[in-house]
C-alpha cells in the first residue's frame, strides 16, 4: 500500500530530488538557491524567495512573478496596495472624484486630488481666483463671491418687492429682477412690505397680520381701494356724518364705529367678520345711524350691529323723528342680513323707517328698540318689504304698536315675513306687536315655531296683531304660526288679534293657519238652537238661551226667529257672567246689543255687528226682550238641553223677572234655570 503525502509537503523540491535520485547518472539540476521550489533556470530572481514564477504580482516595483512584467503593466497585478488616483480631463491639478481609479503608480492623466467642481473647465479648481461669472470658480459652493455679485428676486406684479422664493445671485439684474424680496404675494401689486394695511382681508404690509382692529376700508366698483379709517372717531361730544356717495362696498374690520351715514349711491357696507357684534356702528344718540338719501340706488348692509341711532327729524310721516338705525323715504331699496339692530329710539319707528322704499331683511335681530309715539321697531309704509328669519324682540312703544307698524295710508304696502318671530314687544295703548293699517301682511313658518308671535304685551290693547281695514285690498294671512298660550308661558295679553271692521277680537293658539279679509279673520261656525216646536207670547217679555263656554271663540252673528203678530220693538243682547248662574238671579254684564228693531213680519231677526269674545269658565245668555206690542208676537222653543257648540254647551235658558219695558243697561239681572227649553236661535262662532 502507497503512502499519501501530507498536503503541506512541498511537491517540487521532491520531485527534483526523487528525479536525481533516480538519475544519478544523468545531467546535474540547477539549484535552488531560496528554496522556493523554483530552480535558478525558472526563478528570476532565485536568491528571494518571494519571487518566483507562482508568486503574486503586487506593486512593489519588482517582477514577482517573473512574468516580465512589473506592477501595472500586469494586468493580474494586486491592487489592494495600490492608491486611489482621479481623472484631471482639464489639466488643472484637481480631478473629478466621480472618475477613481487604484493604480500602483499615477496614471497618464491622473492626479491624487479629487476637489475639482468642474473638470471640464480648467480654470474652476480649489484655490482659483473667484471672478464674476456666475460660478463657482474656486469651488467653495458660494458663486460669485466677494467680486460684486449680487441676490434678486424677481418681481411678477412690479411693486418693486420680489417673491423671497425666487432669489438668485447675478452680478447683473436679471431680467424682471429686483434687488429687494419679502413680497408675499407677487401677484398683488397693492400687498408689498411696507404698503398701507387696508380692512380687505389680506396681509398687505407682509408683516403676517392680516387687517388690524378700527380699519375701514372702501372697496369702489372699479376695483380700486381707499383707506377710510381716519375718517371714524371713537366718540366724544360729535360724531362724524359721512355721505358714502361712491360706488362700491365699506368694508368695517372688527371695532366700534361712532357715525352716522348718508347713503348716496350702490353701496354695501359689510362687517369683515360674520358675527354681527364685532362691527359696531353707534351713532352716539346723533341722529339716524344709516339714511339712504338718492333715489334709484340699491344698498346693501350685512354682518353689522347698528346701535345708538335717534330717529332724524322732519320725516315725511307726520313730519316726526324716524328710523333710529336705518331709514329711507326715497325710491329706493335695501337689502340687510345678519344685522343687529338695537337700541335705538325715534319718534316713529324705533329701528326701521321705510316709506316708498324697499326693505328685504334676513337673518337678522331687532331688538330693545323703542319709539316716543308709534311703532317701537319700525314703521314699514309704502313699498314691498321682505322679512325672512328675523326675530323682532322686546322692542318698546310709551304709546302705541310695541313692534311694527305696516301703513299704507301714503301708498300700497305689502309685508311677507317668513320665519320670523316678534316676541315680548310691548306699548300702552294699542297693541304690543303688529299694527296693520290698510296694507297686506304674510306672517309664515316653514316649520313649527319658526314664525311666531307670542309674549307680546299691551297695558290697554290687543297682545299680537290689530288690523285695520282702510280698503277693500286690505288683508293678512297666517300660516303655521305660534300665537302662544298661557300654559307655555308665552302668551300674549289677550285678545291676541283684533279686527277693526267689526271690531272682532280673537284668541289664536299654537301653530294657527288662518287668513283675514276686509271684515273678518278666519271662517265662522254656525249653530243653530231649539227649533219651530213649541211658541210663547212676548209682549214685554225677555228670553234666552244659556250657554256655558269651554273654548275661546269670537261670537260674530246672532239670530232669533220670531214670529208675526203684533209688530213689537224687539231687542237682541248677548250677555256674560263668571259666575254658576244656573237655578239663580246672577247679575249679567251687558257684552253686546242691537236694540230697536221692528218686527214686521215672521222669520228670523238678524242682529247687527255682533262681536263677542267669549272666554273658557264664563256663561253667555243669548236672548231677546220685547216690549211695545201692539199685540202679541211670539218666540219658538225646543224642549231640550245639552246641545253642543264648537266653544261650549247649551245649558238651560234665563229670563227677565219683571215685565221687559225697556232696555238693559251695563248689566241686569237674571234667572237661569236648567229647564230643557231651548229657544229657536242661530249663533255664529269664529275659532282661530
Known sequence: MSRLLPRSAPVLPLLALLAACGDKGGEPQAPDVDQDGFDAEVDCDDADPDINPGAPEVCDGEDNDCDDLVDDQDDNVDLSGGTVYYADVDFDGYGDAATPRTACALPAGYVADDTDCDDRDEARFPGAPEVCNELDDDCDDDVDEGVGAETWYLDGDGDGFGDPMSEETACTVPAGAVAVGGDCDDEDDGVFPGATELCNGLDDDCDDDVDGEGMVALQAADGTWQDLSASFSGGGDAVPSLVLDTAGTVWFCDGTYAATFDVAADVELRGRSADATRVVLDADGQGTVVEVVADGVEVGLYDLTLTGGQGDSGALFAGGSAGGALACEVDASVTGAGLLLQRNQAGYG???????????????????????????????????????????????????????????????????????????????????GIYVYDGTFELSGTTAGAA?????????????????????????????????????????????????????????????????????????????????????????????????????????????????SGGCTADLYILSTDSDPMGSTTSWTLSWSDTGNTVSSSGWLTGYGVSVLAEPGRWYTFGVGMRDCPSYDYLYYLGASGTALSFGAHVGYASYGSSYTGTFGSSTSLSASSSAVQFYMAVGATQL
Open 350 to 432: 324705533g329701528a326701521l323707517y321705510f316709506m316708498g322704499c324697499d326693505l328685504s331683511l334676513s337673518d337678522s335681530v331687532v331688538q330693545s328698540n323703542s319709539t316716543s309715539s308709534l311703532a317701537g321697531a319700525g314703521l314699514l309704509a309704502a313699498g314691498d318689504h321682505l322679512l325672512d328669519g328675523v326675530e323682532v324682540l322686546d322692542n318698546r312703544s310709551n304709546s302705541d304698536i310695541g313692534a311694527l307698524y305696516v301703513v299704507g295710508s301714503s301708498g300700497e304696502v305689502a309685508v311677507r315675513a317668513t320665519d320670523t318671530v316678534f316676541d315680548g314687544n310691548s306699548d300702552t295703548w294699542t297693541v304690543g
Open 452 to 564: 311666531a308671535l307670542t309674549g307680546n304685551t299691551s297695558t290697554y290693547g290687543s297682545g299680537a296683531a290689530i288690523l285695520y281695514p282702510g280698503s277693500s285690498t286690505n288683508s293678512a294671512s297666517f300660516e303655521q304660526v305660534d300665537f302662544g298660550t298661557e300654559d307655555g308661558l308665552d302668551d300674549n295679553t289677550l285678545p291676541d288679534l283684533s279686527h277693526l271692521y267689526w271690531s272682532h277680537d280673537y284668541v289664536v293658539g299654537d301653530s294657527a293657519g288662518f287668513t283675514c279679509d276686509q271684515e273678518r279673520c278666519g271662517r265662522s261656525a254656525s249653530h243653530t238652537l231649539g227649533e219651530l216646536s213649541s211658541s210663547v207670547s212676548m209682549s214685554s217679555r225677555f228670553y234666552g238661551n244659556v250657554v256655558e263656554a269651554d273654548e275661546y271663540a269670537t261670537i260674530d252673528a246672532f239670530s232669533v226667529y220670531v214670529g208675526y
